[in-house]
T-cell receptor, first 114, second 117 residues
Framework: EPEVTQTPSHQVTQMGQEVILRCVPI?????FYWYRQILGQKVEFLVSFYNNEISEKSEIFDDQFSVERPDGSNFTLKIRSTKLEDSAMYFC????????????FGPGTRLTVL | AQTVTQSQPEMSVQEAETVTLSCTYDTSESDYYLFWYKQPPSRQMILVIRQEAYKQQNATENRFSVNFQKAAKSFSLKISDSQLGDAAMYFC??????????????FGKGTRLHILP
């Protein structure tokens, strides 16, 4: 299975602090996606990003969230002022090289907001 | 809007036996993709199998196979010769064909599978 990497694996932060989650999708792909999974619940779509632009975002993805591509291979999800309810697993996903049909997920970042 | 329903929150199966996990979905699209993802305790999302809606033939991957009934909008996963390592949460998922917009994956709530030794 193609590899998507994410850092950090676990982030603990205080409420109100900013966090940045990082993802390296499958190489040279223009698409990537962020999803969130609150403990014990289903995986929910946050945002999709194509060719340096947001292509779609969910209602969860409010003004506290932003995505960027700081360089050619890295993508970030920033939460400006974290809330307790932001505690969740955050996954980035990327299609495999040469196609867009199947999204492969990174190992996730577990965010804990205290 | 598309929805994915998994009606079995938990299931158990004896090791080496066969188990079938159910999934139904709702869409007005004629072309789409369906997936089963496995989430072990590590919480990583691992692709198990995928099915293109335009293909009548059911997908298979080693011990994993699907029963895709397009008219009934049903997409069940069969695991043969269950192994202890199959214990995980299984998510059924749907997406439309890739396009600039609306190609997100929609997940069901999951079925937790227990393997009994």
């Amino acid at each position: 299975e193609p590899e998507v990497t994410q850092t950090p694996s676990h982030q603990v932060t205080q409420m109100g602090q900013e966090v940045i989650l990082r993802c390296v999708p499958i190489s040279n792909h223009l698409y990537f996606y962020w999803y969130r999974q609150i403990l014990g619940q289903k995986v929910e779509f946050l945002v999709s990003f194509y060719n340096n632009e947001i292509s779609e975002k969910s209602e969860i993805f409010d003004d506290q969230f932003s995505v960027e591509r700081p360089d050619g291979s890295n993508f970030t999800l920033k939460i400006r002022s974290t809330k307790l309810e932001d505690s969740a697993m955050y996954f980035c996903a990327s299609p495999a090289s040469g196609g867009t049909d199947t999204q492969y997920f990174g190992p996730g970042t577990r965010l804990t907001v205290l | 809007a598309q929805t994915v329903t998994q009606s079995q929150p938990e299931m158990s199966v004896q090791e080496a036996e066969t188990v079938t996990l159910s999934c139904t979905y709702d869409t007005s699209e004629s072309d789409y993709y369906l997936f089963w993802y496995k989430q072990p305790p590590s919480r990583q999302m691992i692709l198990v199998i995928r099915q293109e809606a335009y293909k009548q033939q059911n997908a298979t991957e080693n011990r994993f196979s699907v029963n895709f009934q397009k008219a009934a909008k049903s997409f069940s996963l069969k695991i043969s010769d269950s192994q202890l390592g199959d214990a995980a949460m299984y998510f059924c998922a749907y997406r439309t064909p890739s396009s600039f917009r609306d190609d997100k994956i929609i997940f069901g709530k999951g079925t937790r599978l227990h393997i009994l030794p």
